[in-house]
């Protein structure tokens, strides 16, 4: 089944992530595929924000990951795998401890660490439309 999320502005975030948040409850692996600038870690901190995540939210892109807790006392692993090099490095990190877990793992740059990826892992696209929105595109994977 095919998804699909519009967001329209930087207003429409909030709405967009809780809407997100919804479809996606089952999940607790979310890899987000897109473009350097489309807003892979603007919709992330959206997300932790509807989850009621205290702690600033920013791009681990040199901690490759951060931890915050939401709302509920819930752990939320955020990472950016945007400067990996090989996927031993991801390994290096604990990556498998991480996404073993059971917590919501929201991944940034997955494409340089697909071939880890488990098989429930959410592949959710962003992709900017010629006015400047972006589109949340996403379809269920086959095991969950």
């Known amino acids: 089944m095919q998804n699909e ?3 329209k502005n930087l207003e429409d975030l ?3 992530a809780g809407e997100f948040l919804e479809k996606t409850a089952d999940y607790r692996i979310i890899a987000f595929f897109a473009p350097m600038g489309a807003g892979k870690t603007t919709f992330t901190t959206a997300i932790c924000r509807r989850l009621g995540v205290g702690d ?3 791009s681990p892109t ?3 990951v951060n931890e915050y807790r939401s709302s509920s006392g819930e752990p939320v692993y955020h990472f950016d795998f945007y ?3 090989s996927a031993a490095e991801a390994v290096d ?3 498998f401890d991480y996404v073993d877990s059971g917590c919501l793992c929201l991944i940034e740059w997955p494409e340089n ?3 880890l990826l488990p098989e429930e892992t959410l592949k959710v696209y962003i992709s900017v439309n010629p006015d400047g929105s972006r589109t949340l595109g ?3 994977p086959e095991v969950r």
């Open 56 to 58: 600033a939210v920013c």
């Open 62 to 64: 040199f901690t490759i």
């Open 14 to 16: 909030d709405r967009a």
């Open 83 to 85: 400067r990996i090099n």
């Open 93 to 95: 990190t604990g990556f």
């Open 113 to 115: 660490i697909e071939e």
């Open 138 to 140: 996403w379809s269920e």
């Open 5 to 7: 999320i519009i967001i």
